[in-house]
Structure formats: C-alpha cells, structure tokens
C-alpha cells in the first residue's frame, strides 16, 4: 500500500506508474488526475480521476469502456482484473458455463459495441450472469453511463485496496 502523502509528493511520472492499473490499460486518467495534485485523502483522489473520466470526450470514455477486458476472458488483463474475476469464481467456470459467458458477451458486444462491465467484488457468477441478462435490455445509452458507474465502483474498490 501507499499513502495519499507519498502520492502528493511523488514525480507525476512515477504517480502514474504506481496507479497506471486502477482504470483498465487508460493511463491517461491517472495522468490527468496526478496534475491535481494535491489530495486531501482517498476520497479527494477518487473524486478527482472520476472527474476526469466524466469531463473527458465522449469517444475516450468509449476508449476506457473498450479497454475492459470481457468477464471471464482468459486473455491478457490487468493483475487487478486477473484478482477480481478470480474472487468471483470466473477462473473455475465449467466448460459449459465459459460456453455460455461466451456467448452472453459475444451478443452484448454485438448489440452495444463494449464489452459488458461488471464490478464483481462481492457477487457470485449467477449474480453476474443475471447482471448480463438485465443488461442486455438497457438501451445503447443507458448501458453506456451504466459501464462507467461500474468503472467508477472497481475503482473506488481499488484505491481502497491499494491507497492508505
């Protein structure tokens, strides 16, 4: 862990490196953020990359979107999203199951154009597969601001993690 004092001292190069991970392959956040500086506590912090992502264009926020990895994905993503889909049991799917949570997010992508964004901490895989399904009747908008309030809670849940 790191404290808020350490953060606020440190060259924003080196901020960037020690928080790039809190927004999904989107450095630019943290970096925007870390020109802030300072922060009071976690809080402020987390106030202030939020504030980034929600001044930030339309078409970087469908960046951020895009840049999440698909749930249950057995590709490259960030030890943060490798952690957080191991907690919720993604990792232990049945074949079936993978199959099927394949498939959900093949039909999410199809209609939506971003892959589904879920913060998983405290849920279990029938939560999220029904999280999908409800989902899937959102309309394009709705699901949008929807993806990013699920990226604001996996990160409020990281900072605290990771920031004293």
Do not use: C
């Not at 249950?72 to 993604?90: A, D, I, P, Y």
């Not at 971003?114 to 029904?130: H, T």
């Amino acid at each position: 862990m790191i404290t808020i004092n350490v953060l606020n001292e440190i060259a924003l190069s080196e901020f960037v490196e020690q928080l790039k991970d809190l927004f999904e392959h989107s450095p630019w956040i943290v970096q925007r953020a870390g020109e802030l500086r300072p922060f009071r506590s976690r809080e402020d912090l987390y106030e202030g990359m939020i504030s980034v992502v929600k001044t930030a264009s339309d078409e970087e926020k469908l960046d951020l979107i895009r840049a999440h990895p698909h749930l249950g994905t057995r590709k490259t993503m960030s030890s943060f999203s490798q952690s957080e889909q191991k907690n919720v049991g993604l990792n232990q799917l049945s074949e079936t199951e993978y199959e099927l949570l394949l498939n959900m997010n093949k039909g999410y992508v199809q209609r939506f154009g971003f892959p589904f964004i879920l913060a998983v901490r405290g849920k279990n895989k029938d939560e999220m597969f029904q999280a999908m399904q409800n989902r899937l009747k959102h309309s394009k908008e709705q699901e949008f601001n929807q993806a990013l309030s699920e990226i604001y809670q996996i990160v409020r849940f990281r900072i605290e993690d990771q920031i004293m």
